[in-house]
């Protein structure tokens, strides 16, 4: 038998030790203290992360690390989040991601237009530069297994609830279910990582955002059309694919994940993927769809992201880059850099933190790196991806090597990439030309979020 004692409720949770996969959670004492920030003794602090995919992880590893007494709730490790699977280069290096998780190095990309206009979007790319395309559930098991060789304690489990204190110096309540058995766990924080729907953002009130929702194909081709895709990835822009961002074929070990997303009209997202596989029906014939996937996706951050002792990273927290739609590399950076806030606001794990501690070491350390950013793809997304005549010209434009220098080095080194300032004029006039024989400047200019444009201007 194993019991979690809480000395605070004068309670002890009796439950059947979990099955032999399990590591048993041991004795776990958390004593009351009756201010903010002070020391804890007898223990380190304890946090529960709830979500084992890239930000789950990669916060677990960074609090163990650190010294912090961690557990990692997942609750279907063998799952897979439907996804392009697409992380940049400076991803591989930053997290340590060993090269032979990589399925393919993209090093030649399309964009086709509403019209069929094809560009080959890679020319700028140098030897040394790819796009590394994975799987999901590869590479979440690689960061779950590192986090648990760091010493977290990985809890195969589905997390129902989590009890917020009425008081600040009480622990949270994590309730989840193994085996059919209700069991418990009170830790002094949480890390909410548990994607778009995330129970730990409704437990705290953080409020609701948009959702896109996106549906994917994995098709097995036959080795000649897989010869095709071997180092190439396609993205279709189109009414007929998405009505507002964008489909995708990215190639895998054996097959291509096939794609599309959309947040103004979900109810049609079937439509739309039929949409992409009839514009790309020629290059998969033949093929054999092996798993079919959907998954909401975030739009834009929550209105709260930190209350209390919790923290919201990953989906849970809405970093989904608008336009792009890359969100793999922000919930690993996301992860990181929360757990790395919590160690050092809690002088790895000997105080206890509080809700200030988390604003000023984490959110605001994300929001100097990233807002800007988020923002900007906000705004392009609204410009060209509205309707097909933009996304001509967003194609049009997708053809100059200026252009395509300056996207591949922001993607793939996640920093701003130092251009020339006659060719930064060129591009902004060949922009606006593209948009004006679209006629879509007019339009598209009084939807502009000057805010944002100020910024970014």
């Known amino acids: 038998m194993a019991a979690i004692t809480h000395p605070l409720h004068s309670l002890t949770l009796t439950f059947k030790t979990p099955n032999p996969r399990f590591t048993p959670l041991p004795k776990l004492t958390i004593s009351a203290t009756s201010t903010s920030n002070t020391h804890i003794s007898g223990r380190k602090l304890t946090a529960a992360v709830i979500g084992g995919g890239p930000a789950g992880s990669s916060a677990a590893e960074a609090l163990a690390s650190g010294g912090i007494e961690t557990y990692l709730f997942e609750r279907t490790p063998s799952g897979a989040k439907p996804c392009g699977g697409a992380i940049p280069l400076c991803m591989l290096e930053e997290f340590s991601i060993p090269h032979d998780l990589i399925d393919r190095k993209v090093t030649h990309m399309k964009i086709i237009s509403p019209s069929n206009l094809t560009v080959d979007f890679g020319k700028t790319l140098k030897p040394n530069e790819y796009i590394s395309m994975l799987r999901r559930e590869v590479l979440d098991s690689y960061l779950r297994s590192r986090a648990e060789s760091k010493g977290v304690t990985l809890v195969k489990a589905l997390v129902t609830n989590l009890d917020v204190p009425l008081q600040p110096n009480q622990p949270y309540i994590v309730n989840y279910t193994v085996n059919n058995t209700m069991k418990c766990l009170p830790v002094d924080v949480v890390v909410g990582a548990d994607g778009a729907n995330s129970r ?80 790309v029906h020629p290059k ?166 000057q805010d944002v444009l100020a910024k970014v201007v």
């Open 200 to 279: 730990v953002a409704k437990a705290i009130g953080a409020g609701d955002y948009a959702c896109a929702i996106a549906f994917q194909e994995r098709i097995k081709l036959p080795n000649d059309k897989m010869e095709y895709y071997e180092n190439l990835a396609e993205m279709y822009v189109g009414n007929d694919v998405s009505p507002d961002f964008y489909a995708w074929v990215f190639p895998k070990c054996d097959h291509v994940a096939v794609g599309t997303w959309t947040v103004c009209s979900k109810k049609y997202i079937k439509q739309y993927q039929q949409g992409v596989r009839s514009r």
């Open 284 to 449: 998969i014939a033949g093929g054999k769809v092996i798993k079919v996937e959907a998954h909401p996706i975030p739009e834009h951050p929550r209105p709260v992201r930190v209350r209390g002792r919790v923290a919201l990273v990953g989906d849970a927290a809405g970093y989904v880059a608008k336009c792009t739609g890359e969100g793999i590399y922000f919930a690993a950076k996301s992860g990181r850099m929360c757990g790395e806030a919590i160690v050092k606001a809690s002088e790895e794990g000997h105080r206890m933190i509080d809700e200030s501690d988390l604003k000023r070491e984490y959110l605001k350390q994300w929001d100097s790196q990233y807002k800007t950013t988020f923002r900007f793809l906000d705004l392009l997304q609204h410009v060209f991806f509205g309707s097909n005549a933009a996304r001509e010209a967003l194609v049009e434009l997708c053809g100059d090597e200026y252009v395509q220098r300056m996207t591949f080095e922001s993607y793939l080194y996640k920093k701003l990439a130092k251009g020339n300032s006659w060719e930064d004029f060129k591009m902004v006039s060949n922009t606006i030309g593209s948009l004006i024989r679209c006629k879509l400047l007019g339009k598209q200019m009084e939807a502009f979020d």
